[in-house]
């Protein structure tokens, strides 16, 4: 009889405290201060993975470089130069390729731009693949935008050859460096030209946009 009447109180203890605890949840979950808190977890939790596939995505940073935009021969791609530089032993020949940095040409890139110094940055894209289309600044149906801007290139004057390029609207500058075109490689904007290229969908004289996207 003793032990029944131990069973049916701690059958209706648990039951009991069972109730309690949903109603305690029931609670928990209807508390304006605790959902608020929860949010704010969430949110924090967000923005420290976002930081950290933002640096995982950035393998190198450093300046662009390249040949002058005055040079007969040279290469016409531009290089991203790591800040952390390591050298080797060869000597230095009289005939060589000669490195210099990159420059923003004119203010088409946006308020003091020119003679700017051009920073880059080598990335690691969460996508396989990835494609620049020049003449949009948005991607298309199912690809990822990794950022848009404006197509870059050589002026038509200048000798020398270089390779367009897509320029982020939001430009960065390099803090050092000398702000004068020094035979740099030149960075200017780049427009259609009617003819050859067919207007509509171009527009005569207008500058090209550009969209990096991924898959």
């Not at 007969?72 to 210099?100: D, Q």
């Not at 040409?105 to 990835?130: E, I, M, R, T, Y």
């Not at 404006?150 to 500058?173: K, M, P």
């Not at 020094?182 to 904007?189: A, C, F, N, R, V």
Request: glycine share 8%; with cysteine.
């Amino acid at each position: 009889m003793v032990s029944s009447f131990l069973c049916i109180a701690f059958l209706i203890i648990n039951i009991c405290s069972l109730n309690d605890a949903k109603t305690a949840k029931r609670l928990l979950l209807n508390d304006p201060d605790a959902l608020l808190h929860r949010m704010e977890m969430l949110e924090a939790k967000v923005q420290d993975l976002t930081r950290q596939l933002n640096e995982e995505k950035i393998n190198s940073h450093g300046q662009t470089a390249g040949s002058s935009y005055a040079a007969n021969g040279g290469s016409a791609n531009p290089l991203c130069m790591i800040h952390e530089v390591l050298g080797g032993n060869h000597k230095t020949e009289n005939f060589m390729g000669i490195l210099r940095g990159a420059e923003y040409q004119d203010n088409f890139w946006g308020a003091n731009s020119l003679d700017k110094d051009v920073p880059c940055a080598v990335c690691k894209p969460a996508h396989s693949s990835v494609l620049m289309i020049p003449g949009r600044n948005k991607c298309l149906p199912g690809w990822t935008e990794e950022y848009h801007g404006y197509l870059s290139g050589n002026d038509d004057r200048h000798a020398h050859t270089s390779t367009f390029i897509c320029i982020d609207e939001h430009v960065d500058f390099l803090d050092s460096g000398v702000e004068n075109n020094e035979y740099s490689y030149l960075i200017y904007g780049v427009k259609a030209q009617c003819g050859s290229l067919k207007c509509p969908p171009y527009v005569n004289g207008q500058p090209i946009t550009c969209v990096v996207c991924s898959q």
